[in-house]
């Protein structure tokens, strides 16, 4: 009797195969790039407490208290790609009724701020005013432009954060670059929500609308940090 020959794998059988395996060789190298995330993260808690540490020129407690939505994105770097321009990853945290959400990753690039720093590494801070502002950041690949440009934020912890302002302004914007702290206006640059991180941090695929609005949802410890840094501007 003649031996049979090797029966094929269907495509979609071989296609799990390979998925199977790709999980299983793939693990050490996501567990490693959570390590990037959990360090980025690290990074936006500290320019965080250092910018609400800063005495009399520092971010008014009234906008904090009353902003719909905290961007923090350490080390924007000037010239990071063939063409110029800027870029830095950061993450970005929304008020929910009785929190603040959990952290959402995002990415700026290109654009040009209102202050010329020379090439220097510079820590953003943008304030999302109104529920529009976040819609329109969360549609993804939103750009600083027109009326959607991010305008420079008064300092001052006793400034008057005149409702007039904030109505006006969708976005307001913050920078730090050695020790010195300014409101700054940004056109052109282009800020994303970063699926990768999101992916690599939370260890599966999760909407990043989901990240920003899901009550529920358990407060990673590596985030416990910036959370304590934002919690006494909620119930203001």
């Known amino acids: 009797m003649s031996q049979s020959a090797p029966r094929l794998l269907t495509p979609c059988v071989a296609g799990l195969l390979v998925a199977a395996l790709g999980l299983g060789f793939g693990t050490p190298a996501l567990a490693l790039s959570r390590n990037k995330t959990v360090s980025r993260m690290a990074n936006a808690t500290a320019v965080l407490e250092e910018v609400l540490n800063i005495p009399e020129q520092g971010i008014p407690d009234k906008l904090l208290a009353g902003s719909e939505a905290v961007i923090v994105i350490p080390r924007v770097v000037e010239g990071a790609f063939l063409f110029g321009g800027r870029a830095g990853y950061g993450i970005m945290v929304r ?64 400034a008057e954060a005149g409702t007039d302002l904030t109505l006006r302004a969708g976005i307001l914007s913050y920078s730090r670059s050695k020790g010195l702290f300014a409101g700054i206006s940004i056109q052109g640059a282009t800020l994303t929500i970063d699926r990768k991180a999101n992916y690599t941090f939370y260890q599966k695929l999760i909407d990043h609308r989901k990240i920003l609005s899901d009550a529920l949802m358990p407060v990673p410890e590596e985030f416990q940090g910036f959370l304590r840094l934002l919690q006494p501007y909620l119930n203001q």
Request: aromatic share 8%.
């Open 95 to 158: 008020r929910q009724k009785d929190r603040w959400s959990n952290p959402c990753f995002v990415a700026i690039k290109g654009g040009s701020f209102g202050l010329q720093l020379g090439g220097q590494a510079v820590d953003l801070i943008l304030l999302v005013q109104n529920p529009r502002g976040v819609d329109a950041i969360l549609s993804d690949n939103f750009t600083f432009s027109g009326d959607a440009a991010a305008t420079a934020g008064p300092v001052g912890r006793n």
